[in-house]
């Protein structure tokens, strides 16, 4: 019973994951190339192909550091044709979908050491799968928040329902962008 219910746990995290990834690809497909590259908007001036990037970044770091059980989120790639190419990001995204799903029969009874700067220091405390996955996925929808932030300030409109928002968020209170 247990391992079913961790199992199914497991499931329904990599689908919300992939769900939310799925709205980054409706983005992307909705906007131009400029757009994704805008970096006129402050107070930080990045662009939405930088936050694209560095969402994926989280991602790649966890695929990256789980066969040696040693994820570290300050050894990011940074792929700047992440940033520039959205195309690159879409089919990025893909296949990162594909690895996540892979994860669903494989087992994860164990502890996993992830590395992180808190302001202070490099420190590496111990997760789940789950748990790093969970983490992920709220990390993209706070970048998400910002892509709206930045369609916003350039005036362009759109409608992704949940895009940026956490799913705890009164309905009445999110329309996404």
Known sequence: MYITSIKFMKRL????VNHN?????????????????????????SSIGSHIRHTL??????????????????????????????????DHIFELQETLLS?????????????????????????????????ANSHAVHHYATIGYILDHLGIEMKIPGFGYNPTTPINKREGI
């Not at 990834?21 to 001036?45: C, E, F, H, R």
């Not at 770091?61 to 990001?89: F, H, V, Y």
């Not at 590395?115 to 983490?135: A, C, F, P, R």
């Open 13 to 16: 995290i990599i689908s919300s």
């Open 21 to 45: 990834l799925n709205n980054a690809i409706a983005l992307l497909k909705a906007i131009d190339s400029n757009t994704y590259q805008d970096t006129s908007v402050g107070p930080y001036y």
């Open 57 to 90: 970044d989280f991602f790649d770091c966890i695929i990256s550091g789980l066969d040696s059980n040693d994820i570290d989120l300050t050894a990011r790639k940074r792929d700047e044709i992440l940033s520039s190419d959205k195309n690159a990001a879409i």
């Open 103 to 135: 994860y669903v029969d494989v087992s994860t009874d164990y502890l996993i050491h992830v590395t992180d700067n808190m302001g202070q220091g490099k420190v590496t405390v111990n997760y789940t799968l789950e748990s790093i996955l969970s983490h």
